[in-house]
T-cell receptor, first 114, second 114 residues
Framework: AQSVTQLDSQVPVFEEAPVELRCNYS??????LFWYVQYPNQGLQLLLK????STLVESINGFEAEFNKSQTSFHLRKPSVHISDTAEYFC????WGGGFKTIFGAGTRLFVKA | DTEVTQTPKHLVMGMTNKKSLKCEQH?????MYWYKQKAKKPPELMFV???????INESVPSRFSPECPNSSLLNLHLHALQPEDSALYLC?????????????FGPGTRLTVT
């Protein structure tokens, strides 16, 4: 069965500092990995995804994540954060064994301070 | 148009009321989802429709009744809810049901049961 662990419930960071949000997964088959972001009082938006190919995937707003099969990880990084990056970030995993189901991690609250 | 719309934005209902939540997408997506999200928690899957047929029911109590009238619309009928059902209800859609497809989320309906 799939599972996702987000190791940090909250990450406070100063503006323009780098940040890493950690995500580990477990699955017995090939997986597909996603990062979603949820701003206050809004639904979730896809940030980036890994399906196959290059293990480093990037978003349009400067985030990147690296799929590491040996470490079963998909950590999200940004070299310099902005106040506007303050949000809840969810790592998610799906596989063909799970059918239509995507399993979400518990979420990490990124709080960017001025 | 990559938008999923949900109405109403907010709903307050008593435990004896009957109400409905509505969701609409015009992206031609063939899979649609209902999630329940409590504060500071990840979304929990409730129902999945694929090609207008119910594919997944995550053992949701019968006081929640989903309906998919056509490929663009998804309803959630509510009856005799309990205060613990108060939550943000999110609708999502994806191109197809399956592990590789990202989901597009609506902004949610904030439900309060009194």
């Amino acid at each position: 069965a799939q599972s996702v662990t987000q190791l940090d419930s909250q990450v406070p960071v100063f503006e323009e500092a780098p940040v890493e949000l950690r995500c580990n997964y477990s699955s017995s088959v090939s997986v597909y990995l996603f990062w979603y972001v949820q701003y206050p009082n809004q639904g979730l938006q896809l940030l980036l995804k890994y399906l196959s190919g290059s293990t480093l995937v990037e978003s349009i707003n400067g985030f990147e994540a690296e799929f590491n099969k040996s470490q079963t990880s998909f950590h999200l990084r940004k070299p310099s954060v902005h106040i506007s990056d303050t949000a809840e970030y969810f790592c998610a995993v799906s596989d063909w064994g799970g059918g239509f189901k995507t399993i979400f991690g518990a979420g990490t609250r990124l709080f960017v301070k001025a | 148009d990559t938008e999923v719309t949900q109405t109403p934005k907010h709903l307050v209902m008593g435990m004896t009321n009957k109400k409905s939540l509505k969701c609409e997408q015009h992206m031609g997506h063939r899979a649609m989802y209902w999630y329940k999200q409590k504060a500071k928690k990840p979304p929990e899957l409730m129902f999945v429709y694929s090609y207008e047929k119910l594919s997944i029911n995550e053992s949701v109590p019968s006081r929640f009744s989903p309906e998919c009238p056509n490929s663009s619309l998804l309803n959630l009928h509510l009856h005799a809810l309990q205060p613990e059902d108060s939550a943000l209800y999110l609708c999502a859609s994806s191109q197809e049901g399956g592990a590789t497809y990202e989901q597009y989320f609506g902004p949610g309906t904030r439900l309060t049961v009194t």
